[in-house]
């Protein structure tokens, strides 16, 4: 089992959306003959892409799994969604990776997403390299992109290869590491050529910087090199490794993944640069019995342990659970603990997830990134590991849900259906998050876009049959008095037999924000029977469910029940509630009723050149903002900004910053609706 872990380089593919990561694998699959044809994502036929919905939106939805060997070593990789509305999912398998591959477009160059991952690569601690993709499209430019990259990415990108040619003509590279120039025919064909004449001066220049860039990771070839040794390829490649692994720099090559250009160098590079799942230290979890930090390193010897980053819903082969084992082996089949459930899970097959097929696992080692079906309990996040040697891994936290929206069913034998299903789309998703609003009576599914939800709509058509419609989420209005009145709740009907009769005299007085409702019992004298003023309270408890002006909850006010009388006959509990009901009505017609809006506490991440659109965009949502601060090459916004201005959020900050904008919020209190749009808003509410 070391062997294999000493021979596997788990890798991510990450970048934004259209960068060539599902090209990438593709060409991958097929060097390796794992495939027969080179499956293109234009024409829906890829290997890692293959649900309904990827296929209908040209691009990754869910992180796909694969592996092929090569050069005996076996490169097993995650590819992963590149747009924002998926971005959690390639968040969670991140953490799974030993590695990353950082693809980017040479015409789009860098955008939100690349930086992003960088920025999660940098949480988990991953070495990671660049691929330059798509030099061989019209408009790539392989020095700009290598630019923006020097600028925007961190660690510091460091070239290793230049490209022969451009745009149409692109059909090699140049490795500056062994001074050797590879070009390919139309078929993929390598064969090693001489420099290029009109290179040779950039090569010499650009060979001497990556000399300077590596000799910083390693002082015994530094020593060399200020001494005016030149170093050799293998002192070279030494160095490189040390430093990616360190993540002093990341390595810079370049290359067209259509046309199969450069990928088997990339390859090369991932085995000598990229660390095996023994190269990286220990993982960092929790003792459950005292509470105190504990680590397993990544060896065979030591007892097993893994953590689930991804779950499958299928709904007829039930939930496949996505694990990499941290540390010991595992068997075909057996048992492991899940120390969040505190439970033994029973397996009886381990798999290999191969795009969309699953293929039988003898074992697994450190490293090795396996599948269970049909775990009972088990759910993305646990941590399975040996019951005598019991740990805990934190898990990965997936990204906030940026967009709400309601979910009706289309049929009403559908309703019982929706929520059900919902769940179980949510143990495959973490970025999607499912709330039943019991005042609106509203199941709320919310998500990281607009995208995501419809997606999830679809699969939720396709897995489960189920159809909804979306609609925005309704407004949780309030309402409250603004003026303290005194106010007589008298109720008597004579009937044959006994009558009823209740009699309070109730003062309302408007309370701060926030406070709620209070009630107090100033009865002196017996003018009420003790055993009648909870039921005057349960009265103006019950009415104050819905508001005079729009139906609304009536919160943040005081009744203080101080006299009233009774009858020995026919007062009861019913005819003081009763009482207390029409006290409340009373009274809210004449102490001046309000509309309360709730507000938001909102975050907005943005780089410096949008923030005079931002700003001017949250003046017309009503937004207050409470402040700015600089964090690293970004501003971060905050301010409180009504609910209802703030539901499509989403769609317009993306427009407004190109995708590089990113906001969370969370509910922060409710404030009166201003009098120039209350009228308006209740006749709208009452009409709905």
């Not at 975050?603 to 005079?612: K, R």
Request: net charge negative; with cysteine; charged share 25%.
């Amino acid at each position: 089992m070391t062997e294999m872990a000493d021979k596997l380089r788990n890798v991510v593919l990450v970048g934004h959306g259209g960068a060539g990561k599902t090209s990438l694998a593709e060409v991958m699959l097929y060097n390796a003959g794992v495939t027969t044809r080179i499956g293109r994502v234009e024409d829906g036929n890829t290997a890692m892409d293959f649900e309904a919905e990827e296929i209908k939106r040209q691009t990754s939805i869910s992180s796909g799994f694969h592996q092929v060997a090569f050069k005996k070593h076996t490169i097993a990789f995650i590819d992963t969604p590149g747009d924002q509305n998926f971005f959690s999912d390639t968040k969670l398998c991140m953490e799974a990776a030993d590695a990353a591959v950082v693809l980017i477009d040479a015409v789009d160059g860098i955008k939100v997403q690349t930086e992003q991952a960088l920025e999660f690569a940098a949480d988990f601690n991953l070495p990671c390299l660049v691929f330059i993709n798509k030099l061989d499209r019209e408009n790539a430019s392989f020095d700009k992109a290598f630019g923006e990259a020097a600028r925007l990415l961190s660690p510091k990108p460091i070239m290793v290869q230049l490209p022969i040619g451009r745009e149409g003509e692109f059909n090699g590279v140049v490795d500056l590491v062994s001074l050797k120039a590879w070009t390919y025919d139309q078929a993929g064909k390598v064969s090693s050529t001489e420099i290029p004449s009109d290179l040779q001066d950039e090569v010499t220049n650009q060979r001497e910087a990556l000399i300077e860039n590596v000799a910083e990771a390693d002082d015994e070839l530094l020593e060399r090199y200020l001494e005016g040794e030149t170093p050799t390829e293998e002192q070279i490649r030494t160095a490189l490794r040390k430093g990616t692994l360190a993540r002093q720099f990341v390595p810079v090559l370049c290359g067209s993944a259509t046309l199969n250009i450069g990928v088997d160098l990339l390859q090369e590079m991932a085995l000598g640069a990229l660390p095996s799942p023994l190269d990286r230290p220990p993982k960092i979890g929790v003792d459950p019995a005292s509470g105190d930090p504990a680590e397993r390193p990544s060896s065979a010897e030591a007892p097993f342990s893994a953590f689930v980053f991804k779950t499958v819903a299928d709904p007829y082969a039930g939930r496949l659970s996505i694990m990499r084992v941290v540390s010991g082996t595992l068997g075909s089949d057996g048992t492991f603990y899940n120390t969040n459930k505190e439970n033994r899970e029973r397996f009886n097959q381990l798999l290999h997830i191969c795009g969309k097929e699953q293929k039988p696992a003898a074992g697994a080692g450190p490293g090795s990134i396996v599948a269970v079906a049909k775990l009972k309990e088990t759910f993305t996040g646990n941590t399975l590991c040996d019951e005598a040697h019991k740990i805990l891994y934190t898990a990965t936290v997936s990204l906030p849900p940026l967009i709400s929206f309601a979910v009706e069913s289309k049929t009403k034998a559908d309703e019982d259906k929706i929520y059900s299903s919902l769940v179980k789309l949510l143990e495959e998703d973490q970025g999607l998050k499912l709330d039943r609003n019991a005042e609106t009576k509203e199941i709320l599914l919310s998500g990281r876009g607009q995208v995501h939800i419809e997606a999830t709509v679809e699969k939720l058509k396709r897995k489960f049959n189920v159809e909804v419609i979306l609609k925005t989420p309704k407004v949780p209005y309030r309402e409250t008095i603004k003026k303290k009145v005194r106010v007589q709740g008298r109720h008597k009907k004579q009937t044959g037999g006994h009558g009823q009769f209740g009699d309070c005299w109730v003062q309302f007085e408007p309370l701060p924000r926030g406070s709620g409702f209070e009630y107090v019992d100033a009865i002196v004298g017996g003018s009420i029977p003790r055993t009648y003023i909870p039921a005057v309270e349960k009265g103006i408890v019950e009415s104050a469910q819905r508001g005079v002006l729009a139906g609304y909850p009536c919160v943040d006010f005081r009744a203080t029940v101080d006299d009233g009388s009774y009858h020995a006959v026919d007062s009861s509990e019913m005819a003081f509630k009763i009482a207390g009901s029409l006290a409340y009505k009373k009274a809210m017609s004449e102490a001046n009723p309000v509309l309360l809006e709730p507000i938001m506490k909102v975050s907005i991440t943005t780089p410096d050149e949008y923030m005079g659109d931002i700003m001017g965009d949250l003046n017309g949502r009503r937004g207050r903002v409470l402040g700015m601060e600089n964090v690293g090459k970004n501003q971060v916004i905050t301010a409180h900004v009504p609910m209802s201005e703030f539901l499509s959020y989403a769609p317009d900050l993306r427009s407004m910053t190109g995708g590089r904008g990113v906001f969370s919020m969370e509910f922060s209190h409710y404030d009166e609706v201003p009098s120039q749009l209350s009228e308006k808003l209740i006749a709208e509410l009452n009409r709905e």
